[in-house]
């Protein structure tokens, strides 16, 4: 009884364990280049993720304002490049569809948002990319948003080799560049929120291969414009 007491006692007065987290997920569709550097064009799947709230163990990450840090998942996916379809790529190894995954971490302002992002490849190649970008942000009403601003992405010599490197044999020049920054370029999004749980969102983009990935014989194109369309899904979950 003196035991059972003060243990008794100890957990009336300490709070029970509680989590909050919200999030949300997009799909959609987006038009780009069939490759990197192509001047042919293809529409495949893209998404988004972010986390907008979290408390967790005393971390604490609050959006609901839409101000301050922010983070969430980052990934891409790169359709598969077969060679035997680009007589450019004549004697260059293919490359199978890529998933690249990582994070993104974000701070805004009243009507300014910087990020960065890492991600490394888990399909298709091994390397490592990074963006960091800024943008302006306007509202318009209470649920309407639009973001534009620069844009720029680097790579590390494994995603070089895999996607801009040519090797001795092929029906391009042999080629070997090394890693660094590869892209950049410019993106317009514009989001409306339909209500607590949906929204849609619309980007329209450019951008330019630099440096030794611009160099490099296969590609036809430096530069490269892309449309996309998301639908969003956010959750808000306690536990």
Same mark, same amino acid.
């Given at each position: 009884?003196?035991?059972?007491?003060?243990?008794?006692?100890?957990?009336?007065?300490?709070?029970?364990?509680?989590?909050?987290?919200?999030?949300?997920?997009?799909?959609?569709?987006?038009?780009?280049?069939?490759?990197? $550097? &192509?001047?042919?064009?293809?529409?495949?799947?893209? #998404?988004? /993720?972010?986390?907008?709230?979290?408390?967790?163990?005393?971390?604490?990450? +609050?959006?609901? +304002?839409?101000?301050?840090? $922010?983070?969430?998942? &980052?990934?891409?996916?790169?359709?598969?490049?077969?060679?035997?379809?680009?007589?450019?790529?004549?004697?260059?190894?293919?490359?199978?569809?890529?998933?690249?995954?990582?994070?993104?971490? =974000?701070?805004?302002?009243?009507?300014?948002?910087?990020? $960065?992002?890492?991600?490394?490849?888990?399909? #298709? !190649?091994?390397?490592?990319?990074?963006?960091?970008?800024?943008?302006?942000?306007?509202?318009?009403?209470?649920?309407?948003?639009?973001?534009?601003?620069?844009?720029?992405?680097?790579?590390?010599?494994?995603?070089?080799?895999?996607?801009?490197?040519?090797?001795?044999?092929? =029906?391009?020049?042999?080629?070997?560049?090394?890693?660094?920054?590869?892209?950049? $370029?410019?993106?317009?999004?514009?989001? !409306? +929120?339909?209500?607590?749980?949906?929204?849609?969102? /619309?980007?329209?983009?450019?951008?330019?291969?630099?440096?030794?990935?611009?160099? &490099?014989?296969?590609?036809?194109?430096?530069?490269?414009?892309?449309?996309?369309?998301?639908?969003?899904?956010?959750? +808000?979950?306690?536990?």
């Amino acid at each position: 009884m003196r035991i059972a007491l003060p243990l008794v006692l100890i957990a009336s007065t300490t709070p029970a364990f509680a989590a909050d987290l919200a999030f949300e997920l997009g799909l959609g569709a987006k038009a780009a280049p069939a490759y990197e $550097g &192509s001047d042919e064009y293809l529409t495949g799947p893209t #998404g988004t /993720g972010a986390v907008t709230g979290l408390n967790l163990l005393g971390l604490t990450v +609050d959006r609901g +304002d839409e101000l301050g840090f $922010g983070f969430g998942p &980052s990934f891409r996916y790169l359709a598969e490049r077969d060679a035997d379809e680009y007589d450019r790529l004549e004697g260059i190894d293919d490359v199978d569809a890529a998933l690249e995954l990582g994070g993104r971490i =974000s701070y805004r302002w009243d009507n300014v948002e910087v990020w $960065g992002a890492v991600r490394k490849g888990v399909t #298709g !190649h091994d390397g490592v990319v990074g963006d960091i970008g800024s943008d302006m942000i306007r509202t318009y009403g209470q649920n309407t948003e639009v973001r534009f601003g620069p844009r720029l992405a680097f790579a590390d010599e494994e995603y070089m080799d895999t996607y801009f490197n040519v090797p001795a044999g092929a =029906s391009l020049a042999e080629y070997n560049g090394d890693g660094g920054l590869y892209k950049a $370029g410019l993106e317009m999004t514009v989001r !409306h +929120d339909f209500n607590d749980a949906w929204a849609v969102e /619309g980007s329209l983009g450019w951008t330019r291969l630099v440096g030794d990935a611009g160099d &490099s014989p296969v590609v036809e194109n430096e530069d490269a414009g892309t449309v996309s369309i998301m639908a969003i899904r956010k959750f +808000d979950w306690s536990w």
